[in-house]
C-alpha cells in the first residue's frame, strides 16, 4: 500500500525556499508550527536537508574487508515516528539513530559500499534500497509501509526532493506556508525542482482546500492534487 503523501514548506512569494537573507526572528517556527499540526508517521527529507540534521563527522575508515549484502534492515523500533532521508550514495553520516524523536530510515540505491553499510549497522540505523542506480520512489514509499508501518509521509523539502515526487505523480497534498517575503535569488532551489525547461510534462494542479491567515502577514494554504483523469475515462 502506498502512503498518504502530504508535501509541507515555507516558501517566499518567489517561491524560493532558503531563508539566508529572509531576515525572520525565529525562522524555524513558521515551519515547524503548522507541520506539527498535520499528523504523520513520519516525515522525509532530501539528502541536502538532511545534513543539517546528520553527523558532521566523515564515514570512519576501515580497512576491514566487508561485503554486506545490499537487503534492507530494519533497526528495532525505538519511536512510534521516523525520519525517512533519500541518500541515493549514502552521504549522510550518524552519531545515533534518532532526529529529535524520530527514528532515522536511511533510503539508499545499490551503489553504496559495504562500509558505509557496516556504519549504518554500527549505529542501528535502518535501511531500504529503492533500486539499483536510480530510486523508484513509489517502491519507497510501498517498502515505508510494509516494513516500518508508515501510513502517512509528510515530506519536508528540499525542493529537489519535492520536485522528485511531484514528477512520479506520488504527492496527494501541499501545504504552503506563504512568507511574505520576496527573495529575488537566482540558482537557489525553489519549493519544486524537477527539470529545466517545459518539455512534454503537465504542471500539476492543486485545488484549494483551506487558506488561513497565521503570524499576521502569513497565509497557511492548504491544497490537494487533482489527479490526472485515467484515459477512456470521462
Ligand atoms: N523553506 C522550507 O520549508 C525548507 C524545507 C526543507 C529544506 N529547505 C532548504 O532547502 C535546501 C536544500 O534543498 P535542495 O533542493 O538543494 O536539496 P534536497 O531536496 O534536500 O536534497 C537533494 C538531494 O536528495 C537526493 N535526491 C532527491 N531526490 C532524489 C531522487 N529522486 N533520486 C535520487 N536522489 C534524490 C539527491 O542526493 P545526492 O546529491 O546525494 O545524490 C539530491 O541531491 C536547504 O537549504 C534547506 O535548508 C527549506
Not at 59 to 64: D, E, R, V
Not at 154 to 166: A, E, K, T, Y
Request: glycine share 8%; charged share 30%.
Amino acid at each position: 500500500m502506498k502512503p498518504y503523501v502530504i508535501c509541507h514548506m515555507l516558501g517566499s512569494v518567489d517561491g524560493k525556499i532558503k531563508q539566508n537573507i529572509w531576515g525572520l526572528k525565529d525562522a524555524a517556527k513558521y515551519f515547524e508550527e503548522p507541520a506539527a499540526k498535520i499528523k504523520a508517521d513520519a516525515w522525509l527529507v532530501g539528502r541536502v536537508t538532511m545534513q543539517e540534521f546528520s553527523s558532521k563527522k566523515p564515514l570512519p575508515k576501515t580497512t576491514a574487508r566487508l561485503r554486506i549484502p545490499k537487503e534492507d534492515f530494519v533497526a528495532e523500533k525505538k519511536s512510534k515516528t521516523f525520519a525517512v532521508v533519500i541518500d541515493p550514495s549514502g552521504k549522510c553520516t550518524w552519531d545515533t539513530n534518532m532526529v529529535s524523536t524520530e527514528q532515522v530510515i536511511e533510503v539508499l540505491t545499490e551503489k553504496v559500499s559495504s562500509a558505509y553499510l557496516a556504519h549504518l549497522k554500527d549505529k542501528n540505523v535502518s535501511y531500504i534500497f529503492g533500486g539499483e542506480k536510480e530510486l523508484d520512489l513509489k517502491l519507497v514509499l510501498e517498502k515505508l509501509n510494509k516494513l516500518f508501518g508508515i501510513k502517512t509521509v509528510r515530506i519536508d523539502g528540499g525542493g529537489h526532493v519535492n520536485g522528485s515526487f511531484l514528477k512520479a505523480g506520488l504527492i496527494d497534498e501541499f501545504s504552503l506556508v506563504l512568507a511574505p517575503v520576496a527573495d529575488g535569488t537566482t540558482g537557489q532551489p525553489t519549493v519544486f525542482e524537477v527539470g529545466e525547461g517545459f518539455g512534454k510534462r503537465k504542471a500539476t494542479r492543486f485545488r484549494l482546500k483551506s487558506v488561513k491567515r497565521i503570524y499576521e502577514d502569513f497565509l497557511w494554504i492548504r491544497y490537494e492534487v487533482v489527479k490526472p483523469k485515467r484515459a477512456g475515462r470521462k
